[in-house]
Nanobody
Framework: QVQLVESGGGLVQAGGYLRLSCAAS????????MGWFRQAPGKEREFVAA????????YYADSVKGRFTISRDNAKNTVYLQMNSLKPEDTAVYYC??????????????????WGQGTQVTVSS
């Protein structure tokens, strides 16, 4: 069982940056691949980024590649999403997710077992 709590959302101007954090409970955090998803108003939830349980493999949606960076600190049971060069279209509720899968790329095509409650990111133009 894994419980996830996101933080770090807020309001930022276009071109700015934010860093989201996701704190996980449970002693087996290091066994889980972790991912970030987002859902904008009126749209379906979409994959953003994922990282393997070792941190050695990452995978990104094309829309954020080169601007966002996912990382994890297994000693702190925390995964991060550094978001740079933010655009108004990045506005959404961002969710952290976890699953026992073997690759980061797989996170983009499955529905993870564990989800956080979400944190709002708003980018003004």
């Amino acid at each position: 069982q894994v419980q996830l709590v996101e933080s770090g959302g807020g309001l930022v101007q276009a071109g700015g940056y934010l860093r989201l954090s996701c704190a996980a409970s449970g002693r087996t955090f290091s066994s889980y691949a972790m991912g970030w998803f987002r859902q904008a108003p009126g749209k379906e939830r979409e994959f953003v980024a994922a990282i393997s349980w070792t941190g050695g493999s990452t995978y990104y949606a094309d829309s954020v590649k080169g601007r966002f960076t996912i990382s994890r600190d297994n000693a702190k049971n925390t995964v991060y999403l550094q978001m740079n060069s933010l655009k108004p279209e990045d506005t959404a509720v961002y969710y952290c997710a976890a699953d026992l899968i073997t690759t980061a790329q797989a996170m983009a095509v499955i529905y993870p077992n564990y989800w956080g409650q979400g944190t709002q990111v708003t980018v003004s133009s």
